[in-house]
């Protein structure tokens, strides 16, 4: 089978899984990408996590990671829901989590396909090495989703799509099977500001440039010691992540409800008053988080962040 057949293979069994696109580049040096990131850490954009700072080569040079590896294939995995309840968290003034954690934990979810597709690879291609990849890993996601024309990089960094905005998880297969390679598309933010306009905490310092460190995400969920309060005051009750910079993005008016059923909102959860959540046991958290996202941040986490 040749290189056209493996790859149409790949795609269609991809898009078989439920993943929304698969697009594929050859594995190679992030030329493009280096000196951006060198930049962003010189300039301390990632704030304490210092686990951007570790292995630096390996984040540019997918052959790093994996020895041989001749091919990246990136897919998309829409997360977008049906009924946002973030809408109804709004106008009644509660708390507001991202979409993205509303149901179970995503990386559990996409490995499972992933693992799924390189069975399907080796029992139909042959013996395929190569590595699966969730946002775990030092992967350049974005940059490799854009090098194969899934999405362009906008103004507040997100990859987006014209057909669907940017509700997506990216994740990737490097492997050392040769492939046909996908180009880019092109940028279509055009002089559209809105994700920088409307960022709480002024995160995105310039187009395409976001301070990982003045990010509510960031403070919700990456930062171990407490909020500074001239901070916190510009949560507008996010407490898990924010969506501002997609919500307000107007190629997400094309986005469009996915059909994964892991990702199902947690009503029971996501519906928790204020009060609730400041009474909660560990007991109960766990119960309730045992499969989310939210257990990363943990429930003495997820207090402080109730607090004003």
């Known amino acids: 089978m040749k290189a056209n057949n493996h790859t ?3 795609k269609s069994e991809a898009l078989r899984l439920g993943f929304y696109s698969c697009g594929i580049s050859k594995a190679d040096f992030l030329e493009e990408e280096a000196p951006l990131l060198e930049q962003w850490l010189k300039d301390n954009r990632h704030g304490q996590m210092k686990y951007m700072e570790n292995y630096f080569d390996k984040r540019l040079d997918p052959r790093l990671l994996v020895p041989g590896a001749k091919s ?21 003034g509660e708390v507001k989590i991202s ?3 509303y149901g179970k934990d995503y990386h559990f979810v996409i490995k499972e396909k992933l693992k799924e597709l390189v069975e399907f690879i080796r029992t139909n291609i042959g013996e395929v090495n190569g590595r699966v990849f969730v946002d775990s890993a030092p992967v350049m996601d974005k940059a490799w989703a854009k090098k194969c024309g899934l999405g362009w990089i906008g103004k507040n ?39 920088i306009d409307a960022c709480p905490t002024d995160a995105i310092v310039q187009p395409y440039v976001v301070d990982g460190s003045k990010c509510i995400s960031y403070f919700t969920i990456e930062l171990k010691e407490n909020t500074p309060p001239e901070m916190k005051s510009k949560f507008q009750d996010w407490v898990f992540g924010c969506d501002v910079c997609q919500d307000v993005c107007p190629w997400n008016r094309f986005s469009k409800s996915h059909n994964e059923p892991h990702f199902m909102p947690n009503t029971e959860a996501l519906n928790l008053t204020r009060k609730e959540w400041e009474e909660m046991t560990e007991e109960v958290f766990r119960k309730l988080f045992k499969d989310s996202p939210l257990k990363r941040a943990g429930l003495e986490k997820m207090k402080n962040n109730l607090s004003r």
């Open 157 to 195: 960094s997100n990859l987006i799509t014209k057909q669907q905005g940017s509700f997506f998880f990216i994740a990737e297969l490097i492997i050392d099977l040769e492939l046909e390679y996908d180009s880019p598309v092109a940028d279509h933010c055009g002089t559209c500001t809105r994700c």
């Open 72 to 92: 990246v294939v990136s897919l998309l995995l829409n997360y977008f829901p049906a009924s946002p309840p973030t809408l109804l968290q709004k106008e009644r």
């Open 8 to 10: 149409q293979f790949i």
């Open 99 to 101: 979409k993205y954690a």
